[in-house]
């Protein structure tokens, strides 16, 4: 059965390159599978936070949070395994504000999350802490070779 990969571009000259996305899909074609270059959409623009009065209660609550839906969990939407496109990925920066919403979006979806980034500087443990399966840095030399082993290695 053909596994549905959504392959999702980053920012920057490596992780928004058209090319890149584009070998990335074509690698998991080529093992009979679906792959989907998803651009990465903005962040939805969330409205302030404010204490707001609950009616019959002394207490306030927060109002205003999350009430713009992410259209990235939509674009996550049917597909078996996500695979982020970024720059570099270290651990001290916490993946950034993109790992953390892609990684968000992928556990709403209930589907793992690859990274692939031309520059790695995190381990196995940390990845799990950052909720990414996976991570693999790409040379552009070998990157076909690395790519058709990922696509028979995640295959299932």
Known sequence: MPVRIAVITGSGPWAGDPAV????????????????????????????????PVPGRTALCLAGEDLAPDPLAERLAGADLAVGLFEVLEFRDGGGPELARLSDAAA????????????????????????????????????????????RTWSW
């Not at 093992?31 to 969330?46: F, T």
């Not at 520059?119 to 991570?135: F, H, I, K, N, P």
């Open 21 to 52: 996305a584009a070998a990335v899909s074509q690698a998991w074609a080529s093992q009979g599978h679906v792959a989907a270059v998803v651009a990465r959409p903005p962040a939805p623009v969330r409205p302030r936070r404010r204490l707001v």
């Open 108 to 151: 709403a979806a209930a589907i793992p999350l690859v990274v692939l980034s031309s520059r790695l500087d995190v381990s196995a443990r940390e990845l799990r802490v950052l909720g990414v399966e996976a991570a693999y840095a790409l040379d552009p030399a070998d990157s076909a070779v690395v790519l058709e082993r990922l696509a």
